[in-house]
T-cell receptor, first 113, second 112 residues
Framework: KAGVTQTPRYLIKTRGQQVTLSCSPI?????VSWYQQTPGQGLQFLFE???????NKGNFPGRFSGRQFSNSRSEMNVSTLELGDSALYLCASSPGQVGYGYTFGSGTRLTVV | GESVGLHLPTLSVQEGDNSIINCAYSNSASDYFIWYKQESGKGPQFIIDIRSNMDKRQGQRVTVLLNKTVKHLSLQIAATQPGDSAVYFC???????????FGKGNQVVVIP
């Protein structure tokens, strides 16, 4: 079966702009989580969506938001981009029960200039 | 807190030898642990997982050991191969939440 698909793979944006990233989970998976990966902070949890509802949220400012559609595809949005938002954004797909099968996509590399 | 840390930032290992990567976790309520491998330009790839009701679990060439008493996790890779060169992360699932807390990562370099 197809894996987790993230688009686009690479993005370059200017400070102050906004960006939308997309994640298509494994077929049948209802949970999508988003993570930010930077060299300094490592992998940090942003939020999780399950059945179109945000179920968990990490410690990121409100500029980071997301949503999930009825087909479980998810998008995350970052508004008013800052240089420090440059990172690899990863999404993880899972069936939804706690503690089962987190599969990651290849990520979107965002560079803010 | 959400601290999951690795003791060694870089591990150099001779091809064919066994590798051991260690990880300390801080939340005694965590009940599910995963090891991931991340190669350059790719997302984390699942290696093996273990639940808190187990002490040991084996996969193909990999073994995970869990010591809940000292909150320690280790990954053993048998007969390390050049393709094992990557960054390895441990992650804990913090009981009741569908979220993972990751360690900083440990670079494994396999010397041919």
């Amino acid at each position: 079966k197809a894996g987790v698909t993230q688009t686009p793979r690479y993005l370059i944006k200017t400070r102050g702009q906004q960006v939308t990233l997309s994640c298509s989970p494994i077929s049948g998976h209802r949970s999508v989580s988003w993570y930010q990966q930077t060299p300094g902070q490592g992998l940090q949890f942003l939020f999780e969506y399950f059945s179109e509802t945000q179920r968990n949220k990490g410690n990121f400012p409100g500029r980071f938001s997301g949503r999930q559609f009825s087909n479980s595809r998810s998008e995350m949005n970052v508004s008013t981009l800052e240089l420090g938002d440059s990172a690899l954004y990863l999404c993880a797909s899972s069936p939804g029960q706690v503690g089962y099968g987190y599969t990651f996509g290849s990520g979107t590399r965002l560079t803010v200039v | 807190g959400e601290s999951v840390g690795l003791h060694l930032p870089t591990l150099s290992v001779q091809e064919g030898d066994n590798s051991i990567i260690n990880c300390a976790y801080s939340n005694s309520a965590s009940d599910y642990f995963i090891w991931y491998k991340q190669e350059s330009g790719k997302g984390p790839q699942f290696i093996i997982d273990i639940r808190s009701n187990m002490d040991k679990r084996q996969g193909q060439r990999v073994t995970v050991l869990l010591n809940k008493t000292v909150k320690h996790l280790s990954l053993q890779i048998a007969a390390t191969q050049p393709g094992d060169s990557a960054v390895y992360f441990c992650a804990e699932n913090m009981g009741g939440n569908n979220r993972l807390a990751f360690g900083k990562g440990n670079q494994v370099v396999v010397i041919p």
